[in-house]
């Protein structure tokens, strides 16, 4: 499996970006698409969820403020951020999980990462 994701960059506290993620290599409509992210010195960090049927789970810190979506059409996942903190200040990283392979909240439990695209909130 191979993730290239694409988006990211410098925006002022309030504002939008959009991430996505392609992905290659296998069958994408049998894994779950996540992202997570990991600022300086923290450890990498659950954000968001697209299962495979197609319902979405998020972390608490973005509830309400991010949206991710999966087309199984063109195997690209996305993630609409809004109303951005500079606390969400991260590397954001693209994961492909198999069920049966552990907790989906656990970065551990994800074989297949994209290089990680920077996204940086300023206040």
């Known amino acids: 499996v191979q993730l290239v994701e694409s988006g990211g960059g410098l925006v002022q506290a309030g504002g939008s970006v959009s991430l996505s993620c392609v992905f290659s290599g296998s069958d994408f409509s049998r894994y779950n698409m996540a992202w997570f992210r990991q600022a300086p010195g923290k450890e990498r960090a659950f954000v968001a969820v697209a299962l495979m049927g197609l319902s979405t789970l998020y972390a608490n810190s973005v509830k309400g403020r991010f949206t991710i979506s999966r087309d199984n059409t063109k195997d690209t996942v996305h993630l609409q951020m809004n109303s951005l903190r500079p606390e969400d200040t991260a590397l954001y990283y693209c994961?492909?999980?198999?069920?049966?392979?552990?907790?989906?909240?656990?970065?551990?439990?994800?074989?297949?990462w994209g290089q990680g695209t920077q996204v940086t909130v300023s206040s």
């Open positions: 994961a492909a999980h198999l069920p049966g392979s552990g907790s989906i909240y656990n970065h551990a439990s994800y074989a297949s």
